[in-house]
């Protein structure tokens, strides 16, 4: 599976974006998909995954982005509002089959989408 990630951009505090995560060359519905941001100087972190239906968020982002799944696009996307500082990042996506206990791990996702930058100013 060949994932391409999306959407990044400059934007103001409290504005939005989303992201989204293309794949190809596998069915993606299958799999749960991640995504996770590094920021400059720091490891990469969990944000939200997408698995079997259910969806699941760190508490830094949890109430200000949404993880949805569109079948019919083989797309996932990360809806991100009132967007503060702190979430500047590279944004990764992410796709494997990992088990509960991994799904917040990077370990946990065997392919990767190459990143989009997201920049808040403030």
């Known amino acids: 599976v060949q994932l391409q990630a999306s959407g990044g951009g400059l934007v103001q505090a409290g504005g939005s974006l989303r992201l989204s995560c293309a794949a190809a060359?596998?069915?993606?519905?299958?799999?749960?998909v991640a995504w996770f941001r590094q920021a400059a100087g720091k490891e990469r972190e969990f944000v939200a995954t997408i698995r079997q239906g259910r969806t699941y968020y760190d508490d830094s982002v949890k109430d200000r982005f949404t993880i949805t799944r569109d079948g019919a696009k083989n797309t996932v996307h990360l809806q991100m509002n009132s967007l503060k500082p702190e979430d500047t990042a590279v944004y990764y996506c992410?796709?494997?089959?990992?088990?509960?206990?991994?799904?917040?791990?990077?370990?946990?996702?065997?392919?990767w989408g190459q990143g989009t930058l997201v920049t808040v100013s403030s």
């Open positions: 992410g796709a494997g089959r990992p088990i509960l206990s991994t799904i917040r791990r990077p370990l946990g996702y065997g392919y």
């Open positions: 060359g596998g069915t993606f519905s299958s799999y749960t």
